[in-house]
Structures are given as structure tokens and as C-alpha cells.
């Protein structure tokens, strides 16, 4: 981003284009570099950007550089500046104190050489790939956690009540997010096995269903960050957006609360500018439902029957090789979880301890 | 405001209104309750709202009370959550935890009875006042000082260019800021008569001039304030607003830097959705000219020859009955403002030590 586009991201979460029409964009994409790269860098109107490994990715044309505003920058973007934001500490606190911005250049797709790679389809691959199923609606799924039953009810509960609208034949964009993660959620390579077993046991439908890794990172930055999750789905050919309560949500970091109000992420997505077009479908809460030994849609006449099993629970169940209740994930998918803690090296008594939600 | 008015404040800068145009709005305008406030009020669906001698002024109606989120408040108004900043401290720190909004009800005009109501010209009364003027331009001018010859020859000028690009009757609206001020700066009646002097030396035409208050507290939230600052300009009648560095700024409460960057808010402002109508003037840089013995526009092929005299070394000058440079105020006015400080009580050595700027 060059700074006008920075500046609009900050203050109004959008962007006017030539035409004086805006579209969203809530979450600053920039590229800091320090002292040191400034200086090389001298006079020069371009730049090569280059892969971990040293090989060139694109080019930054017409640069322009501009100061980094580190505290203006998370103030306006996480609404605190409390430590303990887990994007802030990965990538903005150590990073340098300028902004690079220009005309970027791609070289080629990019790639990550991960054996994930056929997952990672562009905007425009996904929109071929929803013409070619002939998708009369296509409704995105965000995600960042091993997919359970209550998810999957949500997502057949979606398509049900799409094809009660009318459409004919809606598809469901599996989009889960595939750049950076707090340390406690689970990797990326673990969660897409877990997802194809949780179509390949049938909770999902592969013939309406599609799967693709989003590659960006999580800020966790909730009302600000939702209206980039949905704004990318929308580029990528969804017209439906399931949003449920605090989506990129995460507790304060200091203080023994929430960071955004619940209901807050929802609210901001429906008024946001430049995502008019965009519906938002409302999640409604699932739970476990002892009596039925299923995940099912919450039932507030009788409480006592529900068992809400947060992902730090699912996760320290999993870590522990323990159980969930019958019913809360398709058996194969519950096993990709108890190896992946199983890879890890455990802590000395052979449990890992309950984490603090972070 | 409503939650859904306050939410759009604090992330988008800007109301969306019943036929989808956006209307600017960047600072919240809101009430806060405590706990004791909102159980009082209960199940109410209205409540009536006093001034501070017991006079009802206004009912808010179909009323709607929703968390102060006040952290978050902060961060997305000033960019920062670093303590000190004056009116957080003044305003938000100490409120309620709750905010009350609804359809607001005035009563009767506002009044201060402080000698001050016949300046205080609402909206309406003010693009009456243009309309009886034939004015077919009106420039705003924004300021919490004392009008130095510095700001007159940029007011002066701007006339003159306005004269230039073919508006027959440019007429200035002189709009001091007429709400909370930070301790140091000078209070809003002595400013009143430094302003009238200034008219009575002849400094600013009085045809051509009209002087009203801007009854807003002042937030000195940079970028953020600024629009609010244009906007109800605009609201007012004014079609062309001026802008210098660094408005509504200040220096970082803890950090020893500007809190924002100074071309910030002029870039913020061109750029801020639902201002698109509203003509921005920039500032020239005008400075003591140690040649000619007069306020100047900065000339930098000859920097040595001009001084700069800030707010807090002006402020500093009058307190100690010292006199600044000749031509840097009109006589009449610096009068006002030493005899302002003269009313204050003195320290021991009759001096009074320099403000550190705040």
C-alpha cells in the first residue's frame, strides 16, 4: 500500500478507486522495511521482493516510502494498544520503522512448496471453479479451527435454507485461513488433513462443496479484520458470508474479558462501506445436545441440555488423547487431531495442561 | 448516537443515511451513564436531560443503552491509548460505563448566559447571516488562540486569492472553538475580546468577517478531529475550509515526538468520505520576518531572516508582560491577552514559569 491507500485503511476501512466509488479494506497490507533498507534502497524508483529462499516473487514499481506509525497503526486497527496481540508481536513490533509501497509486479503465482499448493486458488481460479459447478450461489466459510459437527451443521443448515430461497444449486467455499496462527491454534497442513476427512466420512458434501486455503494471515483484530474476510470471499466469487458471534474475536490481552464485544463483529460487517452487495448470513449457536447426542442448533428453553466445548476444551481434550462426546466430530477427523498432539513432544507426565486461552 | 451511529464513528469516519449516501462523521458524539444512572432510568423509553443548574433542556427519546467501550473509544479516536491525553481524561476516563442514545428532543435554544449567547449563532442562523451578506463564498478558519497577524495575513490572503478565482463576495467565518479547552491554552471569553479587537484595529474587515463560536469541545485527536472540524463547516455554510499542519494536534502525551505525523490530517481530510464537496485550502507557512518587521509567508531561500514564534513561547511572553516583535499581533489585542494573564494570580517572583506544551 502506498500511504493515501494506509491512511484510508486506518480512518475509514475503505478505499475511493478513480471513479469515486469505495470498496472495503480494513486491514493495512504494507511492507515495512528499516534504517538500513532504506538506504540501500537510495534513489531507486524500484524494487525486486524476494521469497524466503532468496528466489524473486515480483517487483515494487514507482516506489514510494513513507514513515511506519507502529502505535497509530494498532490503535486504529485492534482498537487497543495492550500488549499481547499475537500479529502486533509477530509483525509489527520488531519491524522497521518505514513503509514500502508501489505498483506491485507479480512475477508468477506463488508458490509454497508445501504439498498444499493445489489448495491455494486465486479469486479467479475460485470464480472458474464455481461457473464450472454451475453455482447459483456461493456462500464462504471462514475458519481458522479443526472443522467439527456444529460447524458442519451450520454449513448443511446454510445450503438448506439457500435452496428454500430458491437457488438451485449453492456452493460452499471451505476457505480456511492459512497464513499465520497464534502458537496454540492448530497448523495449517494438520487442519487440511483433518478437513478432507471430514469430507471424505461425508459431513460435508464434496460435490457442493470447495476447498481452499485464504493465505492470509490472522490478525485477530475482530470488527476490523471480518471486513477483510468477507471482502476477499466476495472477490473470490461469494455472494453469502457466515459470520458467527466475535469472528476474529480473541480475549484481551491484559484484561479478564473479551477484547470486542460479541455482538460487535456482526454489526460492523452489515453497515461496512463497499460491502453492500455482500449477504450476511447470521450464525445461529450449535451445541452439544446431551438428549439427542449430537451437535444441534442451541435450544434457550432448555439450557441444561447443551454442552458448549470451546476449541481450548476440543484442543485439550485432543492433546490429552481423551474423547470428545459421541457425535461432536466425525471419528477420522478427531483422530488427525490426537496425532498432531501426538507429534508434539509432550511435557513430562505425559499431559499437556489445559492452555490459557490466548 | 445509537450504537450503530457510534460504531460507524469509530470505524468507518462516516454515517451511512436512509437513501445509502454517506454522510462524514468521525468523533463520536455520545452520553455516558453509570450503573446507579442506568438502573434509575430502567424500563424508561425517554429520558430528560438538565444543565448543570438543574434546567431541563432537552428529551431523549425511544432511548437505547449499550456498553462504553471505552478502551477501544480511545484507541479509534486518537490513535493511542498512551495516558495524558486531555480530554480522555477530562471526559471519558472518570464516565459511566454505559452510553444512552436516542431521538433528541431540544427544548429551546442552548444557552450559557456567560455574555457570550449572541456569538453563538446556530447552523441555520449562521447560513442566514451568509445569505443576508450575499456571500457567494465563505472560507472558515478554525482556531483556539489568540489571532495573531500571522493567521490574519493567511485570512487576508486567502480573500484575496478567492477574489482572484472569480467569487465576487468572499466573506470569512472567524469560528473560535468554543468548548473544553487543555488547561494552558487561554479561555474562551478573553479570547472572545482579543477577537474583537482585532475586528476594531482593522487587522480583519468586519464586512467581510463573521464571528461566531463553535460550541464543540476540543479533542485534539489530529486526523480524526479535523473532519469533524470541516464538517460542521460545511453543516454551517462554508464552502471553502483552511487547513495547516498538524490540526487539532499536539505533542505525544509520553513520548517526546508530534502525536501525529503534520501533513496527516490535511491528507486524512481529502481523502475522508462524505467531505467530497468541501474545498481544502492549505496553510502557507507564515513567520515573524525579521526584515520587514512583519508577519510574512516563510520564504526558504531565506530561512535566517524569519522567527517562529509557537503558541506556548506567545503564551509565555504576554504572562511574563513581556512584548513580542512589532507587527507580530495588533496592539489592542496583545493588551487583551496580558491582561488576562495580569488576572491570574502570580507566582512568588511575579513571573511565571514556562509552560511545558502540552
Redesign the interface.
Known sequence: MR??EF??T?????L?LAD?S?VNM?VPIVLAIDDAQKHLIGDSKRVALFDSKGDPVAILNDIEIY?H?K??RI??T?????PGLPYVEQTITNAGNWLIGGDLEVIGPIKYNDGLDHFRLSPAELRAEFTRRNADAVFAFQLRNPVHNGHALLMTDTRKRLLEMGYKNPVLLLHPLGGYTKADDVPLDWRMKQHEKVLEDGVLDPETTVVSIFPSPMHYAG??EVQWHAKARINAGANFYIVGRDPAGMSHPVEKRDL??AD?GK??LS???GL?RLNILPFRVAAYDKTRGKMAFFDPSRPQDFLFISGTKMRTLARNKESPPDGFMCPGGWKVLVEYYDSLVPSSNGKVPEAVPA
Open positions: 500511504e493515501a491512511l484510508q486506518l480512518h475509514f476501512n475503505s475511493r469515486g469505495l480494513s514513515k506509525p502505535e497509530e490503535a486504529r485492534w482498537g487497543t494498544t495492550a470488527p476490523t470486542y464485544d460487535h454489526k460492523v453497515m461496512a462501506p453492500e
